[in-house]
């Protein structure tokens, strides 16, 4: 090895933060080269999401650069299209829920039966992303996002081909959930593959713009189809095409991102002896090559060098041991039980919403899919904000902590914000309901319940992708687990509890559920900095 150069495998752990703390002591030996002559200027995109501080220094800079090299352009386009993908699986669910009256007649079948089938696509939706995740974190992103698309554009072509068969609903509804639930786990491990964790609060909150806008966009493409009940099977013809148009951008333009296959881009890692890898590789950080059509099937490791591997460790597959481990780990257990609550409380407005604005406000199939972007556009503002204030707090007890590794525990302190939130538009909607209030207060409370649910998903996710560093997409697929589960048991009892109850006395219950998880959050924020020291046996 080069004269004055550490050694990296000092630095060997499951947490790839801590390549920044070897590629920052390798740069005290050996100077970094300045921007140019290749080394590809990240700072355009790392502005769009705050990732430097106007008083960082260069050392930092060149730290954040070097965590992938992908360029700015690259990373712009793997977002666009993630984010995109993300789009997709929530828009399958809720393009169905404001035609479900339609669908009822249409198939000739009871109110219960027909939001079974909401109940049944969010169970696989729940228990879909474990055998996604299990292989994401393993066997490459690229050939899950093209197998599950490929499902994706066939189910809905069949769904769009459908007669009146409610059997042939169910199963192809089951299909069509499982090919959808891999975008949210894939998702969160593509931004853990291309961003560091200082910055990742915000850059989740940019690809979770994609999963919430399912909720807008869905409803009002439900509603300009259904102005004519004869063009429902558009409803699934307009998620084959847009499934199809997802297959291609990914075959064409997506490269493979998991680290432990193409660590962090650098061409350098192919056929590069370990002297010059460790040397030169991990201080002068090449521009990825733009590829067309790349990455398709099963990918290897591109190095088999010592230094690759202890950098990016590759984790065995997640099996039904390691599921069951994480399961039992308190704080993935907590903060997925906590969102899972919120979910309930969501999908049991959700489902219900469209009923209730038919029934009691008389409101017409456009009317409805237009109600729903009120929701939809703060599911979008609780991320954007919950993901710019979590990582703003995050790099300020950095500043007055330095030498201290951050307790990723403190990111969850939000989550009570965004949970008292929820209960109060939980509660607020029910008794605006009972009572028959002016719509626009059950628009308002609607909002706040949404605003609340996404806030706190925004910092739990990104919370489990620092917590769970090498197994990014399974960690994501157990907290999917949790909250799908809840989604569809709310989905499938709402009306019965809404009639043993009432709807006020209904969603009072639901709420007040919640300060179960505010007792569980502030418990986790109590111990903060015990738990992730116990994440590498996981």
Known sequence: MASGITSTESFKSTDPENEHIAMARLRQDVPATEQGNGTPNHSAFLDAIDLKENEESLANVQTQRNYT????????????????????????????IPALPLFQTIFHTSTSTINATVSVFMAVFAVGPLLWGAYADVGGRKILYLLSLALMFIVNVLLAS????????????????FASSSVIALGAGTVTDLIVPSARGKAIGYFMMGPNMGPVIAPIVAGLILINTDRWRWLFGFCAIMSG????????FLPETLRCIVGNGDPS??????????AQELVECQPAKWQFCADIGIQKPVSNETTFKELYVRPPRAGLKTYWSMIKFRPIFVTASCNALLFANYYAFSVTFSHFLEVSYHYSMLKIGAAYVCP????????QSGGHLSDFLRKRWKKKNPEK????????????????????GCIGYGWAISRHFHVALVLFFSALLAFGLTWVNNTTMTYMTELMAHRASAGVAVNSMFRNIAAAISSGIIFLLCEAMG?????????????ISIA??????GAAGKWQKATPRI
């Open 69 to 96: 090299c992908f360029t700015n352009g690259q990373i712009f386009l793997i977002f666009v299209i993630i984010t995109f993908i993300g789009f997709l699986g929530p828009m399958s669910g809720n393009i169905y």
């Open 162 to 177: 459908l007669s009146p068969n409610i059997v042939a609903l169910f199963i192809l509804r089951i299909a069509q959930a």
């Open 245 to 252: 148009v997802a297959l291609l951008c990914v075959w064409i």
């Open 269 to 278: 890692w192919k056929g590069e002896s370990p002297l010059d890898i460790e």
């Open 376 to 383: 939809g556009i703060t599911m979008i503002l609780g991320s």
């Open 405 to 424: 590794d951050y307790p990723l525990e403190l990111r969850l302190r939000l989550n009570i914000v965004g949970i008292v939130i929820n209960t109060a």
């Open 503 to 515: 709807v006020g006395w209904c969603f009072t219950g639901l709420g007040l559920c919640n300060l």
């Open 520 to 525: 569980a959050i502030t418990y986790l924020v």
